[in-house]
């Protein structure tokens, strides 16, 4: 029987409403001569998600048995219909938000979110290309949502909404939303993710409201770089790491191998190289995100902080 909830039954639900979403992205793509589809990319994209829902579906078991002890030992009793949703939206937001952090500040995490920011292109699909790892671990960070007395099923429903309002906003074909813009992720805040652009690099974490970034100091504006976007990876996939779809999905962890495993290191060295900062190097040979926007000077009207003047 069909469930609301479930979260594999909403995504199934939701599977024609994307095709004819992405069809209509391809013909505007067409008729303005944007290139933003290649036949192989999407294919593969579509198969990190086929591969991505199958882990699902094979931890949901597990993550639903370790929500649900946390749930049973839940510190709080939210019993009014209306205020539990009104809470329990943003929170799972703001957890996700948390996660999507982790994934980008530690090179662990980062050689399983990897695959997601591995393609140069940016379409609807792009969405879709998910880390395929990341079932494994990712429903830890929305125990706390369940020690707060939220129920598993509602938690993941929420997180599966904005999974797909957040493949929506994959996209080229929108430029700004309007007010949106102030508190919601949209279009224009997702490209400056997806960019390589330094300025731009770990830039606007939120699924959903971008209001996270800007409290947190992680917000910035599509445009505070006046070079055109690009998108993918600082070092972008070589030509046999793009053609092997393994290679694509676990190249990260073979270069964190062999950092890692470097003679002459410390202990601690070779931690970092695992737990540290994605681009940490312990002779500089590699930059950070951070060291690199600190070297990166603002032209024009625009500034660092995410403000850009017309």
């Given amino acids: 029987m069909f469930n609301w909830f479930n979260q594999e039954d909403l995504y199934m639900a939701s599977v024609p409403f994307f095709v004819a979403v992405i069809v209509l992205e391809m013909v505007y793509s067409h008729q303005r001569g944007r290139g933003l589809y290649r036949t192989g990319d999407t294919i593969k994209n579509s198969y990190f998600a086929l591969l991505n829902f199958g882990l699902d579906l094979l931890m949901q078991g597990a993550s639903f048995l370790i929500l649900g002890w946390f749930f049973t030992h839940r510190l709080f009793e939210i019993n009014h219909v209306w205020l539990y949703w009104l809470l329990l939206i943003p ?68 997180y599966s909404v904005a999974q797909i309002y957040g493949t929506l906003i994959h996209t080229q074909a929108i430029h700004k939303m309007g007010f949106l813009e102030y508190f919601m992720v949209t279009p224009s805040h997702h490209r400056v993710h997806h960019s390589v652009n330094v300025p731009y690099l770990d830039r606007n974490m939120g699924m959903l409201f971008i209001v996270w970034d800007k409290l947190f100091g992680t917000f910035v504006a599509e445009g505070v770089d006046p070079k055109p976007v690009q998108f993918g990876l600082v070092s972008q996939l070589t030509p046999e790491q793009k053609n092997h779809w393994f290679t694509t999905i676990t190249h990260e962890f073979q270069a964190i191998w062999q950092d890692a495993t470097q003679p002459n290191l410390t202990l601690e060295q070779r931690l970092k190289y695992v737990f540290g900062k994605p681009g940490w190097s312990h002779d500089g040979s590699k930059q950070t995100s951070e060291q690199m926007q600190a070297q990166w000077q603002p032209t024009g009207a625009c500034q660092t902080n995410g403000s850009c003047a017309d």
Avoid: K
């Fill in 91 to 158: 929170l799972q937001d703001f957890a996700y938000y948390v996660h999507h952090y982790m994934d980008h500040r530690c090179r662990f995490f980062w050689a399983v979110h990897i695959t997601h920011h591995s393609s140069e292109q940016f379409n609807i699909t792009t969405g879709f290309r998910s880390p395929v790892f990341q079932p494994l671990y990712r429903y830890m960070y929305f125990a706390p949502l369940a020690l707060m007395g939220f129920a598993p099923l509602h938690i993941m429903f929420v």
